[in-house]
């Protein structure tokens, strides 16, 4: 039975280390922790939509932002209100490299939110059945449901 006990607590062990989001570390918003925050999330491009996700195996919208800017360094909120009472609204012309992205869709205000990664362009995790992925502000879609370019205080 100890044997048991040990082979089983070593696997959960190695198996643990595949699946966990980064390590909460300071918080506190720099040009540089946008910047690499954007840059994880595009390498999460192709990721599979899970709701409440906030991990590589599977992301919904603000879990992809959570996760983004934990391995930047900061530790941020899960959830798009959360996210919006966090940050202050800076405008799209003044967007910068991580600053998030709010939409309206369904009637709901505030209910997505993107990373913004450069000219005219986030990533995000969109709706059940899709992937992360990257789109343009300048799309119809996009810009008609465009809200709020928000930076972390």
């Known amino acids: 039975m100890r044997n048991v006990l040990l082979i089983l607590g070593i696997a959960g062990f190695l198996f643990a280390g595949c699946a966990t989001t980064p390590t ?25 939509y899970k709701y409440k996700g906030d991990m590589p195996a599977g992301f919904d919208c603000s879990g992809l932002v959570r996760y983004s800017y934990l391995t930047a360094g900061m530790d941020v909120p899960h959830g798009t209100s959360a996210l919006r009472n966090s940050t202050r609204s800076v405008g799209l012309r003044n967007a910068r490299k991580g600053d998030l992205l709010f939409f309206i869709q369904e009637g709901k205000k505030y209910s997505h939110v993107g990373i913004y990664v450069g000219n ?15 789109d343009s502000l300048a799309s119809p879609y996009w810009k008609k449901h465009y809200l709020d370019t928000r930076r972390f205080l």
């Open 24 to 48: 909460k570390r300071v918080t506190g918003y720099s040009a540089s922790a946008g910047d690499k925050a954007a840059d994880t999330a595009l390498t999460m491009i192709g990721r599979p």
């Open 120 to 134: 005219d362009q986030f990533v995000h995790a969109p709706s059940t059945g899709g992937f992360v992925r990257k």
